[in-house]
Structure formats: C-alpha cells, structure tokens
C-alpha cells in the first residue's frame, strides 16, 4: 500500500510494513464462481443488487411487472376528498387510501371512480376496471342490505369465492375471479377496509411479482387486559414503547384517526376469549 511506504531523495523506496502473500490483491474466484447463485428469481431489487448485476455484466435484466391495482368506492352518501359534504354525506377516504396502501405493497394502483349505489353503474365500473386492471379493490357495498350490490355483482360477471370471513373488523369481506382477475369486496368503513388490504391485498401483490410474503414481527406484553367474545379472530391496533409494551387501540372501524401513530396489530384468536395484562403478544408490524 503506497501509504505504507516512504519515497528518499536518492530515489530509494523505504517499505515501512511487510506484506504477507496474497495481502491487497483480488483472486479469480474470490467474489463469485462459475455456477455460484447470485440472485433468486423474484429477489426484489435493492441498490447493492443492481452493483452486484453491474459487476457481471448484466445492465439489462428481465423482471416482473408490478400488478395494476384498481381502486372503485361506492355509496350514495360519498363525496371525494376534496369536497365539503352535505347534510348525509362523508368524504371518500377509502379510495386516496387503498391507492396508497398499494402503492405501498409495490403495485401500482388506479382510481377507478366513485360509483353511486347502482347496479348498472357498478357492472360498468367494473368491467372496465377487470379490462385496465390485474386486482380490482371495491370499497363498500360488501354487507347483506338490499343496498350492498358487490356480491351481486361479481357473482354475476363472474365467480364469487366466498362472501364473509370470520375477523373482526372486516366480517363482510368478499373475493371473486372475474376474466380471471381477483376482485376485492372491502368493507366500507376504513379501518376495515384497510386491515383486510393490509392481510390478504398485500399478500397477493406480494405473490404475483413472485417473491416470498413476509410479515415483520415483534414480541410484546399488553399494558391492559382486553376482552374478546365475538367469535371471530379479532384484530386490534397497538403502540409500542421503547420498553416492550403494546398498547391497544380500541375504536370503531369507521374511525380511521384511531390508527394514527399506531405501529402495528395483535390478532385475538377467535376462539379467545380476551388476553390478561401483561400477556406476551405477537405485534406484526403496518
């Protein structure tokens, strides 16, 4: 190493430090032998991986598209988010909010309209969101009211796979295939519809770009017992402090500010019926 060493006036080299065989110098082989496996299909590319492809060569490589996610909310009673409502009417929250939470998965996501409580008005929807789309989300409508259109809907343009499941929030939730796309009933109020995009949405976005699901966990104790009777698997909002402890948020699911600053959620199984302050929970992390 040049540091290493002192240049004299007569011309002479002084070598300040020995060298042992092989010190400073790169051998063919070192880094990555012929048939060595750098990079496993569906590896989500990170920075040093793109360094990694650089050095061997490869400036082009192929990868799988992110999956179109369309995004449709319904109700009369909806108006988008921009606007001042009336006397019977919310702002859509559910839409800005699903674009986002798939973005966040790595899809990309489309705003396919806010659709009135009509049947025809839906089926038009979304067809056209099945044509543009590889998942379709549809917000609302996903209850049993003469009202709740989803199912209806789906299982005529195609093939509905199950209407409820058995969580809390989110006991409405629909799935269908329609021209072999998956199509999501999401509860409409957002706390719903946001835990069933964050369990089941992102999983599949997940899986058809080809790479392993992985939930980020932590270990945790409840900072107060919390009762759990419903017979569903109930999925409750938490904090947590720097020393370990998980603080439950209980709210109504129609209250999205309740998941503000939250960290992540506890499932209680369903048939549970509540967990004791101070019980060692799993807290998988938003």
């Given at each position: 190493?040049?540091?290493?060493?002192?240049?004299?006036?007569?011309?002479?080299?002084?070598?300040?430090?020995?060298?042992?065989?092989?010190?400073?110098?790169?051998?063919?082989?070192?880094?990555?032998?012929?048939?060595?496996?750098?990079?496993?299909?569906?590896?989500?590319?990170?920075?040093?991986?793109?360094?990694?492809?650089?050095?061997?060569?490869?400036?082009?490589?192929?990868?799988?598209?992110?999956?179109?996610?369309?995004?449709?909310?319904?109700?009369?009673?909806?108006?988008d988010a921009n606007?001042?409502?009336?006397?019977?009417?919310?702002?859509?929250?559910?839409?800005?909010?699903?674009?986002?939470?798939?973005?966040?998965?790595?899809?990309?996501?489309?705003?396919?309209?806010?659709?009135?409580?009509?049947?025809?008005?839906?089926?038009?929807?979304?067809?056209?969101?099945?044509?543009?789309?590889?998942?379709?989300?549809?917000?609302?409508?996903?209850?049993?009211?003469?009202?709740?259109?989803?199912?209806?809907?789906?299982?005529?343009?195609?093939?509905?796979?199950?209407?409820?499941?058995?969580?809390?929030?989110?006991?409405?939730?629909?799935?269908?295939?329609?021209?072999?796309?998956?199509?999501?009933?999401?509860?409409?109020?957002?706390?719903?519809?946001?835990?069933?995009?964050?369990?089941?949405?992102?999983?599949?976005?997940?899986?058809?770009?080809?790479?392993?699901?992985?939930?980020?966990?932590?270990?945790?104790?409840?900072?107060?017992?919390?009762?759990?009777?419903?017979?569903?698997?109930?999925?409750?909002?938490?904090?947590?402090?720097?020393?370990?402890?998980?603080?439950?948020?209980?709210?109504?699911?129609g209250l999205i500010?309740?998941?503000?600053?939250?960290?992540?959620?506890?499932?209680?199984?369903?048939?549970?019926?509540?967990?004791?302050?101070?019980?060692?929970?799993?807290?998988?992390?938003?």
């Amino acid at each position: 190493m040049l540091e290493n060493t002192e240049e004299y006036r007569t011309g002479m080299i002084g070598i300040q430090r020995p060298v042992a065989p092989g010190n400073n110098v790169l051998f063919k082989g070192d880094d990555v032998s012929v048939g060595d496996m750098v990079l496993n299909a569906g590896t989500k590319l990170t920075p040093h991986d793109i360094g990694i492809l650089s050095a061997l060569g490869y400036y082009e490589v192929s990868v799988l598209a992110k999956p179109i996610v369309g995004v449709i909310s319904t109700g009369d009673e909806l108006v988008d988010a921009n606007q001042a409502p009336g006397s019977g009417q919310v702002r859509d929250i559910n839409t800005p909010m699903l674009i986002a939470a798939a973005t966040s998965f790595g899809a990309c996501a489309i705003n396919c309209g806010l659709i009135r409580d009509n049947e025809k008005a839906m089926r038009t929807a979304i067809r056209q969101a099945v044509k543009l789309c590889d998942i379709v989300l549809i917000s609302g409508g996903s209850s049993a009211g003469v009202r709740d259109l989803t199912a209806r809907v789906i299982e005529s343009e195609g093939e509905l796979l199950f209407h409820g499941i058995a969580i809390k929030p989110g006991k409405p939730t629909i799935l269908g295939v329609i021209d072999g796309k998956p199509v999501f009933g999401l509860p409409g109020h957002p706390v719903a519809a946001y835990l069933i995009a964050e369990l089941f949405v992102h999983q599949l976005i997940v899986k058809l770009m080809g790479a392993d699901y992985k939930r980020h966990t932590t270990a945790a104790r409840l900072s107060h017992a919390v009762s759990s009777n419903h017979g569903r698997a109930e999925y409750i909002a938490v904090r947590l402090d720097q020393k370990g402890t998980a603080y439950p948020i209980k709210s109504k699911s129609g209250l999205i500010t309740s998941l503000a600053g939250v960290d992540g959620y506890i499932c209680i199984p369903r048939d549970c019926e509540g967990l004791a302050e101070g019980a060692e929970v799993i807290v998988t992390y938003f």
